[in-house]
């Protein structure tokens, strides 16, 4: 019992955003340029939106929406109908999602949202900087009601279904080529303190091979050991090592939170997700929305009032 009211405190049930503008800097990774950001505080109805200050030709708004994911392969890029994009926003995406801000204004002056140290830690710290508020308008959310699932056929699974309160993920990795990694487990009920304890530390990884070819491509050019965690079969190349045993499979985890948090509201629902990527994801998310017999939107307060009702009524017949 108290673990479930644990889990749906992970969103207090009102639209969120920040109480102040809060700047950073830093690089892009695929690009390697230097990247202004600034986060804003937006109101009610507002959504997450990218504004590339860069832009001024054409529309330069770039709502963060599963509906707008244009290239899933190595990040989240995310493109209006104008063409303008943005890429790498995952990871800021899960600690926006850690913490429900649900309307933001996030300004850039170039393509890609800051790397910073792979993880997650610091936009926690930035979103802690500049205070969270609660704006005055119910908080919905995306009631998962049948089980949905995509696979792509080359064995990555992906699948959503119901689940009482909250969002629990169970994500699952298997790396043959690298014994470093290897096959990995991990799962979680969300809650913000999970998030910001459990689930933020963890960096993005890739091979060594994968870079040398994502090199040759023009890609990963701002990549570095200070912002992935680099791996060459059984060996971690980062001479500080790993910040945990599991730090793959939690960092997929935290892209997940991220790249559900694109639907504009938290999911009461189970996902899981065995040897999968943003692309299978965004592929998930995109068929449970086109069922109208998949999901419904409910008002969170609402819904935890019906669910305690139903709690104190299966007590009284017990
Ligand atoms: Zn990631």
Same mark, same amino acid.
């Given at each position: 019992m108290i673990a479930e009211i644990k889990t =749906?405190?992970?969103? *207090?049930? *009102?639209?969120?955003? +920040?109480?102040? &503008? !809060?700047?950073?800097?830093?690089?892009? +990774?695929?690009?390697?340029?230097?990247? *202004? #950001?600034? =986060?804003?505080p937006a109101g009610i109805g507002a959504g997450i939106r990218f504004v590339r200050t860069d832009v001024a030709d054409r529309d330069n708004v770039i709502p963060a929406s599963y509906l707008n994911v244009a290239d899933a392969r190595l990040c989240s890029c995310l493109r209006n109908a104008a063409g303008v994009s943005v890429s790498t926003v995952e990871h800021l995406m899960a600690a926006l999602a850690g913490f429900g801000i649900t309307n +933001? &204004? !996030? @300004? =850039?002056?170039?393509? @890609?949202?800051? !790397? #910073?140290?792979?993880s997650a830690t610091d936009f926690i710290t930035l979103i802690r900087c500049a205070g969270i508020m609660d704006l005055d308008a119910p908080l919905k959310a995306v009631k998962i009601l049948k089980e949905v699932v995509y696979a792509d056929g080359k064995g990555a699974e992906v699948c959503l279904y119901p689940a009482r309160e909250g969002l629990e993920i169970d994500f699952m990795i298997d790396f043959k080529q690298s014994s470093a990694i290897g096959r990995q487990e991990y799962s979680i009920a969300l809650t913000e303190r999970d998030?910001?304890?459990?689930?933020a530390y963890a960096r993005t990884f890739c091979m060594a091979q994968e870079v040398e070819m994502m090199h040759k491509a023009g890609l990963a050019r701002g990549g570095s050991l200070d912002n992935a965690v680099v791996v060459d079969g059984d060996k971690v190349l980062n001479p500080?090592?790993? *910040?945990? @045993?599991n730090e793959f499979v939690v960092h997929k985890t935290m892209d997940v939170i991220g790249d559900l948090w694109q639907l504009g509201m938290p999911i009461i629902g189970h996902f899981s997700g065995a040897k999968s990527g943003h692309a299978q994801t965004n592929a998930l998310l995109r068929q449970v929305m086109a069922d109208p017999d998949a999901y419904a939107v409910v008002t969170l307060d609402e819904y935890r009032d019906e669910l305690q009702a139903g709690r104190r009524n299966a007590r009284r017949s017990a």
């Open positions: =749906l405190s992970a969103y *207090r049930c *009102r639209e969120k955003t +920040l109480q102040n &503008t !809060i700047p950073c800097t830093g690089v892009g +990774l695929h690009g390697g340029q230097k990247v *202004r #950001m600034a =986060l804003k +933001l &204004t !996030i @300004e =850039l002056d170039g393509p @890609e949202v800051p !790397i #910073m140290d792979g998030f910001c304890d459990s689930v500080t090592g790993l *910040r945990s @045993e």
